[in-house]
């Protein structure tokens, strides 16, 4: 719970109450938090490439986080659309991996205790959810939530990758220097959790990475790293990643060589530098999406052989 707010027996009789409503199982009954940042990355809806469960991976690892409770899955997943993996060894069933919606908790390198949502996005009962995750956050004392995610738009692999904001306050929107959008369109658990909580006062903000829809189907570490800096720049959170950084150049110079060998693709990518250099944030200009449409299923296929032939 938050070191500010010390337990009693009511509390405890209202919190095993509302766990038991909620479908939350405790793994460590009090984990000492200050003033923790909530990261939510829940696989299921939009991530292109990979990009945000890559970023949350190496935060994960790099905060040394471990898991403090768990979600019933059986109330929030449907096993017929998420059927746990058997693992069959010589006719053997050894053992069934059932996706799991968890909280971690862990401290960055540079102190700040973090909180990771993470696993598989519900598959019902949102609004329960949204509020079981609102009251967690209030009781653990969060001081600011941040989803992570990822989606594939018209855009050049040789300039950095942008990233768009989503959040229901205006005053996080002023805050920061992402891309913003108007747009309908359906809506992750991610921003279901923003409203809950923004309703709680909780700051809340999603951070969304652009990934060049013609790489949207493999990774791209280039996005997962602009998802880590969008993160710093929001939260202070800083981790090295080096790793994950040095793919950013290997990769762009694989990519570099592949679109080369073809004239046509080559004429695709300044056209997508000339638009992304015009355009400050997202655009819906007939032009980009007419280039998405023409170029990019062709151009994704003919990379993905690229890569298989590569060592």
């Not at 390198?109 to 995750?133: K, N, Q, S």
């Not at 793919?247 to 530098?273: G, S």
């Amino acid at each position: 719970m938050s070191d500010s707010a010390p337990d009693t027996p009511d509390s405890s009789s209202r919190r095993d109450e509302l766990d038991r409503e909620y479908g939350i199982e405790r793994l460590v009954d009090d984990p000492t938090l200050h003033e923790p940042v909530m990261i939510v990355m829940l696989t299921g809806w939009i991530d292109a490439a990979g990009a945000a469960a890559a970023a949350t991976d190496q935060l994960t690892r790099a905060c040394e986080s471990s898991p403090i409770l768990s979600f019933d899955d059986d109330t929030y997943v449907d096993y017929r659309a998420r059927r746990p993996t058997m693992e069959l060894r010589d006719g053997l069933n050894t053992n069934l991996d059932w996706a799991t919606i968890e909280m971690r908790a862990g401290r960055s390198p540079g102190g700040r205790d973090v909180l990771f949502l993470v696993g598989p996005e519900p598959d019902m009962a949102w609004r329960r959810f949204g509020r079981a995750v609102a009251t967690l956050a209030t009781e653990f004392g969060v001081r600011q939530m941040v989803g992570l995610g990822a989606y594939p738009f018209a855009a050049p692999h040789t300039r950095p990758a942008r990233l768009s904001v989503s959040s229901p306050s205006s005053d996080m929107l002023a805050a920061v220097s992402f891309a913003r959008s108007s747009v309908d369109v359906p809506a992750g658990m991610a921003g279901v959790l923003e409203h809950a909580l923004h309703a709680q006062k909780i700051p809340s903000i999603g951070i969304w990475a652009q990934v060049p829809h013609y790489v949207s189907a493999m990774e791209y570490p280039a996005a997962s790293v602009a998802l880590l800096e969008g993160l710093e720049e929001v939260t202070g959170i800083s981790i090295e990643a080096l790793g994950l950084r040095a793919e950013v150049d290997t990769q762009r110079n694989r990519l570099d060589r592949m679109i080369a060998e073809k004239p046509e693709n080559e004429a695709m990518l300044r056209q997508l530098e000339e638009l992304h250099d015009l355009a400050p944030s997202e655009s819906e200009d007939d032009e980009v999406e007419e280039l998405e449409l023409r170029s990019g299923d062709e151009l994704a296929a003919e990379i993905q052989e690229f890569f298989k032939d590569q060592p």
